[in-house]
């Protein structure tokens, strides 16, 4: 049977920044990709309205999905109402249960920006609730019971809101695939001018690739790397499941070992 693996972000430029190279590895070993994008970027531009941003966004997310060969789901909320809410966390949970997702990758509790946070708590909720029937989900997906490891990526600037580094549990190695990340964030187009203006990011590719070559530095292994950090066990997989290690092998490398 073919392991599947789901990133979860909060805005559809996300994934690519943070968890594609370790989607398209996974890719690699054998898992199949999918997506899921809680937010529609709808707040993303100075220039553009509402309903034609949101229009540019999706089509350049499904474009971004294409690249990385990920089963894309669409936004469910638009930006900013991203909430703790029990209906969105049905919707949230109906992907995670069609998907039923052996490793989840999404977000770092501890982020500049509440839309990602609370992507993040979405998602955990999300899967831990992945095999309680008496939680009905919109729309109405069947419960499954396997281990669901859930993996939290390193926060925007590597660092938690108050400006403290924020350390990885373990590294992946994604120096072989940054082309296709890099051509995957790219197709975000709509965003370059946005972050310029919104928060001084002077280049939006070159942005994550030096990130990303910031922790391969910070893995002292790899030319460029994605870091990790696990989210607790219980009620999501059986204590010591590393499906990152067993998939990956000498691309994956634990903090322990740097």
């Given at each position: 049977?073919?392991k599947?693996?789901?990133?979860?972000?909060?805005?559809?430029?996300?994934?690519?920044?943070?968890?594609?190279?370790?989607?398209?590895?996974?890719?690699e070993?054998?898992?199949?990709?999918?997506?899921?994008?809680?937010?529609?970027?709808?707040?993303?531009?100075?220039l553009?309205?509402?309903?034609?941003?949101?229009?540019?966004?999706?089509?350049?997310?499904?474009?971004?999905?294409?690249?990385?060969?990920a089963?894309?789901?669409?936004?469910?909320?638009?930006?900013?109402?991203?909430?703790?809410?029990?209906?969105?966390?049905?919707?949230?949970?109906?992907?995670?249960?069609?998907?039923?997702?052996?490793?989840?990758?999404?977000?770092s509790?501890d982020?500049?920006?509440?839309?990602?946070t609370?992507?993040?708590?979405?998602?955990?909720?999300?899967?831990f609730?992945?095999g309680?029937?008496?939680?009905?989900?919109?729309p109405?997906r069947?419960?499954y019971?396997k281990?669901?490891?859930?993996?939290?990526?390193?926060?925007?600037?590597?660092?938690?809101t108050?400006?403290?580094?924020?350390?990885?549990?373990?590294?992946?190695d994604?120096?072989?695939?940054?082309?296709?990340?890099?051509?995957?964030l790219?197709?975000h187009?709509?965003?370059?001018?946005?972050?310029?203006?919104?928060?001084?990011m002077?280049?939006?590719?070159?942005?994550?690739?030096d990130?990303s070559?910031?922790?391969?530095?910070?893995?002292?292994?790899?030319?460029?790397a994605?870091?990790?950090?696990?989210?607790?066990?219980r009620?999501?997989?059986?204590?010591?499941?590393?499906?990152?290690?067993?998939?990956?092998?000498?691309?994956?490398?634990?903090?322990?070992?740097?």
């Amino acid at each position: 049977m073919t392991k599947t693996v789901l990133a979860v972000g909060a805005h559809p430029d996300d994934v690519e920044f943070m968890m594609a190279g370790t989607l398209l590895v996974l890719a690699e070993a054998g898992y199949e990709p999918h997506i899921f994008v809680v937010a529609s970027g709808s707040c993303g531009s100075m220039l553009i309205g509402k309903d034609e941003l949101v229009r540019t966004r999706l089509k350049e997310a499904k474009a971004a999905a294409e690249q990385l060969k990920a089963r894309f789901y669409a936004p469910v909320v638009d930006d900013l109402e991203v909430t703790y809410s029990v209906p969105l966390l049905r919707k949230v949970a109906a992907v995670v249960r069609e998907v039923q997702p052996d490793i989840v990758l999404t977000h770092s509790p501890d982020e500049y920006m509440e839309d990602h946070t609370i992507a993040a708590r979405l998602t955990v909720t999300a899967v831990f609730s992945r095999g309680m029937p008496n939680f009905v989900t919109d729309p109405d997906r069947p419960v499954y019971n396997k281990d669901a490891v859930l993996y939290q990526c390193l926060p925007y600037g590597l660092c938690d809101t108050r400006g403290r580094r924020v350390e990885a549990d373990c590294f992946v190695d994604i120096t072989g695939v940054m082309d296709t990340k890099t051509r995957a964030l790219s197709c975000h187009e709509s965003q370059r001018n946005w972050l310029d203006t919104s928060q001084r990011m002077d280049s939006y590719v070159q942005s994550m690739q030096d990130m990303s070559l910031e922790v391969g530095r910070l893995s002292r292994h790899f030319k460029a790397a994605e870091g990790w950090r696990y989210h607790n066990y219980r009620g999501f997989c059986s204590e010591g499941a590393s499906p990152l290690e067993e998939a990956l092998g000498a691309r994956f490398l634990p903090s322990q070992e740097v």
